[in-house]
C-alpha cells in the first residue's frame, strides 16, 4: 500500500531482453519503497543489472514484468517528475550550446515563461557553483565541471525526483569527492530525493541513507540497509568514523557473497 509520503513503489520488477542470440535476464525480481525526500544509493556488482534497473525506474525501458509507480500513477514512459544523470556526461551534453544553452533547452518544453527560465537556469547554475560559466561551451570546461552542467539541467526541471547512474565513475578522486558533496548538499538543503547507482561501496555508504545491495544478475535487493551515520557528513569526519567502516565491511562482503552468487534468495528458506 502506498500511503502519501511514498514517492516511488517497485514492485517484483522484472526485466528480460530479447534477441535472436538469445534471452537475456537481466532483472529477476526487484521490489522496494522510497519516500518522499530520501537519498537512496544502490549498489551492485559491475553488469548486475544497474542501468537496466533505473532505465525501467525512468520509464525509458519497458519491463518485461512488474510494476513501478510514481505518486501513486503508474510510469509508462519518460516522466517529467523524473531528471536522469548519466555516467557519459561527454555524449549527454550538446557541444554546440553554452552551458546555458544545455541548461535552458529541457525547459522548453515546459509552458514557462522567458522570466521563470531565465530565474530558474540561473538558480540551478547558482547551485552548482557554476554561475561564472554560463557562457561557456561544455568543451571549454573539466568533467567534473560538465557533470556539475548536466547536475544544473536536471535541477532546473525541477523534477520531483533526481536519478542519477554512476555519475562520478570518470572523473578524478578529488572532484569525484566535491561532487559526492554536492549531492549530499543539493539533497539537504533542498530536500531533493535522490536515487544515486554506484558500483562504489564506499560512496554508497558515504553518500545515502540506505543502501540497497543488489545481487548479481538476474538481480534482486540481496539487502536493504539503513546507514545510521549523523545527517552531518564530511569526507573527512565521516569516513573516520568506526561506524562507517563497519557499514563499508559490511557492503563489500554482500558484494563479495554476491558475485559468487552465495546470497540467499529473498524468499528462500535456509
Ligand atoms: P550494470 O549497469 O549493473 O553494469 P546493466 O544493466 O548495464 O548492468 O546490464 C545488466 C545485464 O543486462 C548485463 O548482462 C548486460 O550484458 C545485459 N544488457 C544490458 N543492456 C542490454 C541490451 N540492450 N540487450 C541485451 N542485454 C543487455
Ligand atoms: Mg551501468
Known sequence: MSDRSTLLRVE?????????????????DISFTMDAGQLVCIVGPSGCGKTTLLKCLAGLLRPTGGVVEMDGSPVTGPSPAMAVVFQEYGRSLYPWLTVRGNVELPLRHKKLSRTQRNQLVVDALDAVGLAHAAR??????????QQRVAIARALAYQ???????EPFA????????????????????????????????DESVYLGQRVLVLSKSPTWIQEDLTVDLPPERDQITTRALPRFTQLRTHVYDQIQRAKRGQAVAPGATS
Open 12 to 28: 517484483h520488477l522484472r526485466k528480460v531482453y530479447e534477441s535472436t542470440t538469445g534471452d537475456v535476464e537481466a532483472i529477476g
Open 136 to 145: 561557456s561551451h561544455p568543451w571549454q570546461l573539466s568533467g567534473g565541471m
Open 159 to 165: 523534477p520531483e525526483i533526481l536519478i542519477m547512474d
Open 170 to 201: 570518470a572523473v578524478d578522486a578529488q572532484t569525484r569527492a566535491d561532487l559526492e558533496d554536492l549531492v549530499r548538499e543539493l539533497h539537504t538543503s533542498r530536500e531533493i530525493s535522490v536515487l544515486f547507482v554506484t558500483h562504489d561501496i
